[in-house]
Nanobody
Framework: QVQLVESGGGVVQPGGSLRLSCTAS????????MGWYRQAPGEQRELVAT???????TYAESVKGRFTISRDNAKNTVYLQMNSLKPEDTAIYYC??????????????WGQGTQVTVSS
């Protein structure tokens, strides 16, 4: 059974930094695009950043220049370095992976989410 386990969330002051990690495991053959999404209270889930297996990245306009997504293909792990954090970055951050299992179809999987709170 595929699992995406996130870590690294927490409480930070405005202007601070956090690094999120997400590792996919469980009978995986190959992981294609990985990404981070977030959902603030009362809001819809939105894309933060994605990275392809080859390293091509996309970012939401609101995080460009502040957040950096990266990955380690050997570890099936994606990272999100978040700098210059703002109160409006407060949300639950979810990891997403487009992958194929050894015995199973290619499909999307989601992590359980990690809370990021930016507050003074």
């Amino acid at each position: 059974q595929v699992q995406l386990v996130e870590s690294g969330g927490g409480v930070v002051q405005p202007g601070g930094s956090l690094r999120l990690s997400c590792t996919a495991s469980g009978g995986i053959f190959i992981v294609y695009t990985m990404g981070w999404y977030r959902q603030a209270p009362g809001e819809q889930r939105e894309l933060v950043a994605t990275i392809t297996r080859g390293g091509a990245t996309t970012y939401a306009e609101s995080v460009k220049g502040r957040f950096t997504i990266s990955r380690d293909n050997a570890k099936n792990t994606v990272y999100l370095q978040m700098n210059s954090l703002k109160p409006e970055d407060t949300a639950i951050y979810y990891c997403n992976a487009d992958l194929k299992r050894v015995l199973g179809p290619r499909q999307d999987y989601w992590g359980q989410g990690t809370q990021v709170t930016v507050s003074s």
